[in-house]
């Protein structure tokens, strides 16, 4: 998935087991969609927890993040219990929607790759970021194309 596809609408459980649309989601605003390996690890706390630290800059850009992992609920509400996020955490456990976004890693024990796409309320992608290591530069780099788009 690149910057001008359009995502077809999805729905999985986030960490309180609440169902979750996309398209409700959009209705509020931008999504900043980012996948991360594994709750708990720590490569995965140190980027949503810069999400969760930059939530002001995101709601003043009407945005709102949301991690996607393929951990089920409950560990997800585990990393959300710890962490205190303030944003949804959702469950894909069978990797159908990390298919959908082209993320979802085949012969290797980490689930998907480390990806952030920028949806406008349009359901089209904005922008991508793609960087295995660099932790921050998802979170800083959504702000980016946010501030460039309203620009």
């Known amino acids: 998935m690149d910057a001008g596809d359009l995502v077809d609408d999805f729905e999985l459980p986030d960490q309180d087991g609440t169902p979750c649309r996309l ?17 708990m690890t720590k490569g995965c706390t140190a980027e949503a927890c810069h999400f969760r630290d930059l939530s002001a800059q995101f ?43 082209g993320v979802r890693r085949r012969l290797v024990p980490v689930a998907v790759k480390r990806h952030t796409f920028v949806i406008g309320t ?9 960087s295995e290591l660099d932790m921050e530069r998802h979170a800083d780099r959504a702000l980016e194309i946010l501030a460039d788009r309203a620009a």
Not at 122 to 130: E, F, N, P, T
């Open 23 to 39: 398209s409700d989601l959009l209705a509020k605003g931008p999504v900043v969609l980012f996948f991360y390996p594994g709750a």
């Open 59 to 101: 709601a003043e850009a009407g945005a709102q993040p949301v991690g996607i992992s393929a951990d089920a609920v409950e560990k997800q509400q585990q990393f959300d219990g710890l962490h205190g996020f303030g944003f949804p955490l959702l469950s894909d456990t069978d990797r159908t929607v990390a298919e959908q976004f």
């Open 122 to 130: 349009d359901s089209r992608v904005i922008g991508v970021i793609r």
